[in-house]
């Protein structure tokens, strides 16, 4: 794998700070620069061979079932009669992978990351390969149609998709042959959108189905798994829990109410469908476990799942953020790791791997560059998905290097927890001297923010504020604060500029015994941000989170942190 963005350091448009406004500036020769060059490392992923059990002595590739019982393949890119599978990786381009070995390289240097991947099988009902969606952060789904392993065209773009934590494609909910889509909004509705098979309007106006949905933090689709002929879906809650809806093929309430089929599902970080993938005309499921191993449920035929069946090796699968038709809440630009400066000043990166732990550090930038440096580590503020740093130098802020303005003195403390508006695009938190904490909101490309929002006062009694992501499950930026005391509390996130936060709820006590809290984004793939604690000693200890503000207990994942003076 490659890496296409190159973080350097320099100065490019100036901008001055006016009031909490920014205004335009031409450019000066003299305008201070901060800091050295750059480049955070590639990260590094081969994926294994893709192969799938067989079980009940049926053979991959039997003529798929055809009308009542049928679960439409999405995603057999290859023309085999087989799933593959497709996902995103750390770089942000686009993967397949095959059972045939013809996967590679499905999209790259897109202008927007995709944040997920929505395989939806054949819509037009030609001979060509089937239709692939993507979903950027900033809300535009896309359309990609004839799929190859290797690629496909755009064929349409729709805005406004950012309202959704979720989107599912379950498969044929009207029996029309194509497959259609549900989509879940923040609060937890969900509503359904049916294909029409034009790819200049691919999908009819959404049908509320109902709200309450946001119980699940896993939600997918898996074809017809009960022989009636109408796509079904799957649920998973915080506990593990999965639970089963069978299609009615009724517009207005397509789907019956829900069927416990099974528990301790909560062992994965992802979970996503193939369709019929042995020719049996049920629905499977590819469950990927924290150690980066896949494991293969057949669907029976009664919306229950035959006993998992490893298909690949152990730990294979570690490395990638998101799989396409995978149920969780998908994550990008939400940080991917953790940036560490020692007491010489030489910045060290730690990327994610997927597993809640952190890979080998790498070092950036120049040894001793960083010394002295007033830097924060921010969630991204651009398209391109991955995180920022953001640097206050002779009171001017800089972003990736960029001068973005003045004024910025006054502020102790910088956040950049990711979008807080509900636009899709990455804000900015800023707490003064006073204790007064501001909204940034940012305008998508990371070069200037509108006039500072005032969010409340009484900031000051915590002596550290971070975030990176979603805390909650609902899909909204929250952030974390901790008091001198050791009180560690969660603003859960509303998507509204003037308000941007829940009434504060505390979730645990003690944590002053960290040197440092870091917020390094989701370390485990599941669409949950997790976070970081670091002891006087040096022991690094991860808390992944594991429902609505909760975190796992701690997991020592690493020593000798102690050599570093700034985590973030």
Not at 302 to 324: E, I, K, N, Y
């Amino acid at each position: 794998m490659h890496t296409r963005r190159a973080r350097r350091i320099a100065a490019c448009t100036a901008l001055v700070l006016s009031a909490g406004v920014l205004l335009a500036t031409p450019a000066s020769a003299d305008q201070p620069v901060p800091g050295p060059a750059v480049e955070k490392p590639a990260p590094v992923f081969t994926p294994p061979a893709l192969t799938r059990p067989q079980p009940d002595g049926l053979r991959a590739g039997t003529a798929q079932a055809s009308g009542v019982g049928a679960s439409p393949r999405l995603s057999d890119f290859d023309g085999d009669g087989i799933s593959d599978l497709i996902y995103r990786s750390w770089s942000g381009d686009i993967y397949t992978a095959t059972t045939t070995g013809a996967g590679g390289l499905f999209a790259g240097n897109l202008s927007e990351t995709a944040k997920d991947v929505i395989p939806i099988g054949n819509q037009d009902g030609d001979a060509s390969g089937p239709e692939v969606l993507t979903l950027t952060e900033q809300g535009s789904l896309q359309l990609y149609a004839d799929a190859t392993p290797t690629g496909a065209w755009h064929a349409w773009t729709g805005g406004g998709w950012q309202i959704y934590n979720k989107i599912v494609a379950p498969g044929d909910v009207n029996d029309d042959g194509r497959a259609d889509l549900v989509a879940r909004d923040h609060s937890g509705n969900l509503y359904l959108y049916y294909a029409t098979g034009n790819r200049n309007a691919p999908f009819s106006a959404r049908v509320l189905l109902g709200g309450g949905w946001n119980i699940y933090d896993q939600l997918l689709g898996i074809g017809d798994n009960n022989g009636d002929g109408w796509a079904d879906l799957i649920g998973r809650d915080t506990a593990g829990t999965l639970w089963f809806y069978a299609g009615r093929g009724d517009k207005s309430a397509p789907f019956a109410a829900r069927v416990k089929i099974g528990s301790g599902w909560n062992i994965y970080n992802q979970i996503f469908p193939v369709g019929d993938d042995n020719g049996d005309g049920n629905g499977e499921l590819i469950a990927r476990d924290s150690a980066g191993t896949l494991w293969y449920y057949a669907g029976r035929g009664d919306g229950t799942l035959a006993a998992r069946v490893q298909s690949s090796d152990p730990g294979g699968w570690d490395g990638v953020p998101q799989f396409g038709g995978a149920g969780n809440n998908p994550v990008v630009g939400n940080k991917e790791g953790v940036l560490a400066r020692d007491k010489a000043g030489t910045l060290f990166w730690y990327g994610s791997r997927t597993t809640g732990k952190l890979a080998a550090r790498a070092q950036i930038g120049d040894p001793g560059g960083w010394a002295g440096a007033d830097f924060t580590h921010l969630s991204s503020l651009n398209p391109d998905g991955s995180s920022d740093i953001a640097q206050i130098f002779q009171g001017g802020l800089y972003v990736e290097g960029n001068y973005v303005g003045g004024g910025w003195s006054g502020y102790n403390t910088l956040v950049g927890p990711g979008d807080l508006t509900g636009d899709g695009r990455g804000d900015l938190l800023g707490r003064d001297g006073s204790g007064t904490l501001y909204l940034f909101r940012g305008n998508g490309q990371g070069t200037s923010f509108a006039a500072r929002i005032k969010v409340g006062t009484g900031w000051g009694t915590y002596n550290k504020i971070v975030g990176a992501g979603d805390y909650t499950g609902d899909g909204r930026t929250d952030i974390v604060a901790r008091t001198s005391g050791g009180d560690l509390y969660v603003y859960a996130g509303t998507g509204v500029a003037a308000t941007p936060f829940k009434a504060r709820v505390k979730v645990g006590s003690g944590w002053n015994t960290y040197a440092k809290l870091v917020a390094p984004g989701d370390l485990n793939a599941d669409g949950k941000g997790d976070l970081l604690g670091v002891t006087s000693s040096g022991d690094l200890y991860g808390y992944l989170n594991s429902s609505a503000g909760k975190f796992t207990a701690r997991a020592r994942i690493g020593y000798g942190f102690g050599i570093y003076n700034t985590m973030s």
